[in-house]
């Protein structure tokens, strides 16, 4: 992979529109939701308290057996096998992530301008 993009810096073209290598980029992988709920359960675990996190691993498993799990992960599937650009979560995050959201995006979608100076520069 980086021998190919050393040589689309040399040989391409030098001036190209935005999406010119975008055919060339390999599809989003779709994650197993038991992949998605255990890293999910990794970053809030120094979140909570025992007791919560202990819930929170129920409420998983409860969710993993469940049919819902397995329509959703269905339902996901099919979306990245039927989106042309190989990217099934694109219209997902465009969709909810600016459109919908009537709040100012900088605070509300930006994390790293929500986090004080002091954290973002080890100060």
Do not use: H
């Amino acid at each position: 992979d980086k021998l190919a993009l050393f040589i689309l810096k040399f040989l391409g073209p030098k001036r190209c529109p935005l999406w010119f290598y975008q055919s060339l980029l390999p599809e989003l992988p779709l994650p197993k939701l038991e992949d998605t709920v255990k890293r999910w359960l990794a970053s809030v675990e120094s979140l909570v308290t025992e007791e919560q996190m202990t819930e929170a691993t129920s409420a998983v498993q409860e969710l993993l057996q469940s049919e819902d799990a397995t329509e959703l992960q269905k339902f996901l599937s099919d979306r990245a096998k039927a989106n042309p650009n190989g990217n099934w979560l694109e219209e997902f995050w465009l969709e909810f992530a600016y459109l919908r959201c009537r709040d100012s995006l900088a605070t509300n979608v930006n994390f790293f301008c929500t986090d004080s100076s002091d954290n973002m520069f080890n100060e």
